[in-house]
């Protein structure tokens, strides 16, 4: 009870990190890793750990998390008929051996690289969202059966390195190759599972034995986040779902575009944070 009464902001913080993860993933098609990746990173940096321990360990628990957060969201959008079952088998195979790579190499980068990662990339999606220039770069490539399996390499290593479920990348990605956004959203909430187990198995190898980790960590998976986050993110992935279908998603995308450059400079600002 000590233990619980020591650290109830953080469990509190993990539960909301949960909900808010588990309706972005229905909403955006996205796996909560931009919500979670953060937000695990800062409530351990809180805790004391070590700021490079800090950074994998919130990435590799995220992926973790999306597994039950993506089947849930895939399955609601599979009952309403928004899933490419045909891209998605294109995809799996070249998605799961992209973020496997990226998930051994992770071990290999500091945490500030993952920072910098993670923020380089959150501004190009935000940009990509506003702007819309991967339509414009890759829409006459959408029946080439190559680029599909590039793209989908490309998104699982990025994706792993992040530790998210890959729907920030794949959706505006299956767009530009033709897909209808509820299409693309249904089809890349499945896709992050693939990502999700792949890169969670990475992440557990790469961190086995590594010092400093919080406790009940299995490499740089943190079971005690996994369960608190990924519960209540699965529960509440429907509602997003049942949202993502009510809602304009033009406003959405922007909401979300503007909410990945937040996050983004906030991971400048820790790595500038570091160096000084």
Excluded: E
Aim: aromatic share 10%; net charge positive; glycine share 14%.
């Amino acid at each position: 009870m000590a233990l619980v009464a020591q650290y109830w902001p953080f469990v509190v913080g993990l539960m909301v990190t949960g909900v808010c993860s588990g309706i972005a993933a229905g909403l955006l098609g996205i796996g909560g890793g931009a919500i979670i990746v953060p937000a695990l990173a800062t409530a351990l940096s809180v805790m004391g750990f070590d700021s490079d321990v800090v950074q994998h360990a919130a990435v590799g628990t995220s992926l973790a998390i999306i597994i039950p957060t993506g089947f849930v969201s895939a399955r609601a959008h599979y009952q309403r008929g928004a899933l490419d079952v045909a891209t998605l088998r294109l995809w799996v195979p070249f998605i799961v051996a992209g973020t496997f790579i990226g998930g051994l190499v992770a071990g290999f980068f500091s945490g500030n690289a993952l920072r910098i990662v993670f923020a380089v990339m959150a501004f190009l999606i935000a940009a990509n969202i506003v702007f819309g220039f991967q339509t414009r770069l890759m829409g006459h490539l959408r029946g080439s059966v190559f680029t599909h399996r590039i793209s989908a390499s490309i998104v699982g290593f990025i994706s792993a390195l992040m530790g998210i479920g890959g729907g920030s990348l794949s959706v505006p990605t299956l767009v530009a190759f033709g897909a209808s956004m509820h299409a693309a959203v249904g089809t890349s909430a499945a896709i992050g599972v693939a990502i999700a187990v792949s890169g969670t198995l990475g992440f557990i190898l790469s961190g086995w034995g590594v010092a400093g980790l919080p406790p009940m960590s299995l490499g740089y998976v943190n079971l005690v986040a996994l369960l608190l986050v990924g519960v209540l993110a699965a529960l509440f992935a429907p509602v997003g779902a049942a949202l993502a279908h009510r809602l304009n998603q033009q406003t959405l995308k922007y909401v979300f575009a503007g909410f990945l450059v937040l996050v983004g400079c906030n991971m400048v600002w820790k790595v500038l944070a570091s160096q000084g």
